[in-house]
């Protein structure tokens, strides 16, 4: 008796095995079958890449409308994130990078102590100074404006807080450096206001080399959409019924 009900038990074991089995293979059919006619629609993704490292230098922002509006306490909350390597008293030491008081407007490498990389180096023979424009370039993407640069640390997209930031930057030690009478060139239409500068770049052309590249790809459409639909095709190719 106890036997025959342990023979049931091994047998039902052994089909509930099975099932198992042959469920995983009936999903795993189906999810890599809707893989591969996915794959061509990944062009698509081609100028999403490119208008990620076209964002910063698309429109550069124009200093003399947006530093005299910054939040000055948002550009030191952002600081927080340098704090991890940089000190910015006024005759504090160098941490993990340079002590930056006083760096907005002085010179690239201002702190003589301090052990720069030769990418630093390099960098100073062609930008000899930190203006907005470099620092701004330089905060959006270390790696890719002074490519080597030991400062490891991935960048800030956002242009809004980086204006923040250097404008708190600039009231530690760098007051004096002026900052630019406003310049019409730098505003696209309404985009006086640096929230609104990420909305604002799809409408020029100018600089981002690497988007100008890829545009073609994309079609006709251009950047001008790019940003915000990356995520949308592969979500709805995804459930493709074309395997059925
Ligand atoms: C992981 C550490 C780290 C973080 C985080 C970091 N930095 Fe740096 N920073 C460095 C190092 C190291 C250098 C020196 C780079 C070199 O010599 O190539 C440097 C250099 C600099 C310089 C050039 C200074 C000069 O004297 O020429 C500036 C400006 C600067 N950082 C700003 C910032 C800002 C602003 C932030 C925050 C948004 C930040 N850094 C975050 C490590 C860091």
């Known amino acids: 008796m106890s036997g025959d009900l342990k023979w049931n038990k091994i047998l039902g074991a052994g089909l509930a ?3 198992v089995i042959i469920v995983v293979q009936q999903v795993g059919v189906h999810v890599y079958a809707t893989h591969a006619p996915e794959k061509p629609g990944y062009a698509v993704n081609v100028p999403d890449e490119a208008a990620e490292g076209g964002d910063a230098p698309a429109l550069k922002p124009d200093w003399g ?10 550009g030191e ?22 002590n930056l008081y006083g ?3 002085g010179p690239v490498m ?22 907005y424009d470099e620092l701004d370039a330089f905060i959006t993407a270390p790696q890719k404006y002074v490519p080597g640069t030991k400062m490891s640390f991935a960048g800030l997209r956002d242009t809004a807080t980086r204006i923040n930031l250097i404008a708190y930057l600039r009231s530690q030690g760098s007051a004096g450096f002026a900052i630019p009478a406003p310049d019409p060139t730098r505003q696209p239409g309404a985009a006086a206001a ?7 770049a799809p409408a020029t052309t100018e600089g981002a080399p690497a988007s100008g590249a890829a545009v073609p790809a994309a079609g006709p459409a251009g950047a001008a959409t790019t940003q915000a639909t ?13 395997n059925h």
């Open 110 to 131: 201002h702190r003589a102590g301090f052990a720069y990389d030769d990418a630093m180096a390099k960098h100073k023979a062609e930008h000899p100074t930190w203006g």
């Open 103 to 105: 760096v907005v407007g």
């Open 77 to 98: 909350a952002a600081f927080a994130r340098c704090k991890a390597c940089h000190n910015n008293a006024q005759g504090g030491p160098d941490a993990i990078g340079p």
């Open 194 to 200: 640096p929230a609104a500068e990420g909305a604002a």
């Open 65 to 74: 409308t947006v530093l005299p509006a910054a939040d000055l306490a948002a």
């Open 230 to 242: 990356p995520a949308a095709p592969p979500a709805s190719t995804s459930p493709a019924p074309a």
């Open 17 to 19: 095995t099975a099932f």
